[in-house]
């Protein structure tokens, strides 16, 4: 009777191992999949479930699958910090990608930092972000998209050096997002000697800028400079056509987004804005990236509504997954460490992370990775030749390639 009981514990303690050791390592996914902004954060979410699928098909990470834990945000900060302690307190994520909108994350992820549970913002390009606790003696907050302190430059770079324009006007939506990227475009235009003739601002659903247009217009604007989403970027190309002002149009990364373009029509085309990844088979790896997005979730015209969200997104979970099974665990201090100090390079779309994170560097993407991209056709390509031969070769962080700006803390 006894070795019958001690057979009988073993197997039950054998069955209970085996049970915990197949539990899901949870993995929250914050974004809005409504709403103005739906167009990024659908785009980034079925990107990190295309990662998910691949990484579980070949037997997950330490022999576990990844679960996704998916929340819309609607891009409120207020929904954002409700979902950040549910999926903390409840769900018991063991880490989070995600966040679209800079003002959700900066409300969100202070949960994140003091549950000691790593973020790895994907979209949100507020330069601050990935700087929130820098007062603090560790930080788990990560970014693996084109900081504004990367793209303000190139956009000021871009209408003032390459093109030639003497004057320009700013139009930056009253977010956190439009706001912090117009003050990182004022900083790269005074490096540059130049002062903006105008700096007008719009809130979101605006659907009239006619009056932010004049003011530009009659300054002698020769370009106009952009920091806002989709939407109301798209009254500027219509309120432009209403004035018959057509000057061009350069701005951050979400002119390319598919309710800018659809909602622009004509007025939108020729735009141009820093881009991390373009829908475009430079390379075998996003061949087969594009393939299987457009084959799984079948977009209209076979065009992702928003290519730079739905290959960070993917790319997110690659990192992700690397710091895990580096660190062996799913705790949060050692998961970070991990990503501070990844030993081996990970394959991504946008491109080829090797130690794309540091101690006191939580940027995965620097200054020679964007190219620029151009609405053409109701789509974005290439704006210049050389670009797309750059991204066609392969890509890795280079420490010594900064933005401009220093990423420093905004108060």
Do not use: C
């Amino acid at each position: 009777m006894q070795t019958k009981f001690k057979l009988t514990a073993v197997a039950l303690a054998w069955v209970a191992s085996t049970a915990f050791a197949a539990d899901p390592i949870k993995v929250g996914v914050a974004g809005p999949f409504t709403g103005g902004s739906s167009s990024m954060g659908v785009s980034m979410r079925d990107g990190v479930r295309l990662a998910a699928d691949e990484i579980n098909k070949s037997g997950g990470v330490l022999g576990r699958q990844l679960l996704l834990v998916e929340r819309d945000d609607e891009a409120k900060n207020e929904r954002g910090v409700q979902i950040a302690q549910e999926l903390i307190s409840k769900e018991k994520v063991v880490a989070a990608v995600g966040y679209i909108n800079t003002g959700v994350a900066l409300a969100s992820q202070r949960f994140f930092q003091d549950a000691k549970i790593p973020v790895m913002n994907n979209v949100a390009t507020g330069s601050v972000i990935t700087h929130q606790f820098d007062d603090q003696p560790e930080n788990y907050i990560f970014r693996n998209s084109a900081h504004d302190s990367i793209q303000a430059p190139m956009i000021v770079e871009e209408a003032i050096t390459k093109r030639g324009f003497k004057k320009v006007a700013i139009l930056a939506d009253s977010t956190n997002y439009g706001q912090l990227g117009r003050e990182d475009l004022e900083k790269a235009l005074a490096l540059k000697n130049v002062k903006a003739v105008a700096v007008e601002k719009f809130n979101i659903k605006d659907v009239d800028m006619t009056a932010q247009l004049l003011k530009a217009k009659e300054a002698g604007a020769e370009a106009v400079l952009t920091y806002g989403i989709g939407p109301e970027l798209a009254q500027i190309a219509n309120g432009m056509t209403k004035l018959g002002w057509k000057v061009p149009i350069v701005g951050s990364w979400t002119l390319s987004m598919a309710n800018y373009i659809d909602n622009a029509g004509p007025g939108g085309e020729g735009a141009r804005m820093p881009q991390t990844f373009i829908q475009e088979a430079t390379t075998p790896k996003r061949k087969a990236f594009i393939d299987n997005y457009l084959k799984t979730f079948k977009p209209k015209n076979n065009r992702i509504d928003s290519p730079v969200s739905a290959a960070q997104g993917y790319d997110s979970v690659y990192l992700l997954a690397a710091a895990i099974k580096q660190a062996g665990s799913t705790d949060g201090p050692k998961i970070k460490a991990a990503l501070e100090e990844l030993k081996a390079p990970v394959d991504g779309v946008v491109t080829s992370y090797n130690k794309p994170f540091s101690k006191t560097d939580h940027d995965a993407i620097t200054a020679n990775i964007p190219v620029f991209g151009e609405v053409k056709g109701q789509r974005v390509v290439y704006a210049y030749a050389d670009d797309q031969k750059k991204a066609s070769e392969v890509r890795v962080k280079d420490a010594n390639a900064k933005g401009a700006l220093s990423q420093t803390k905004k108060p």
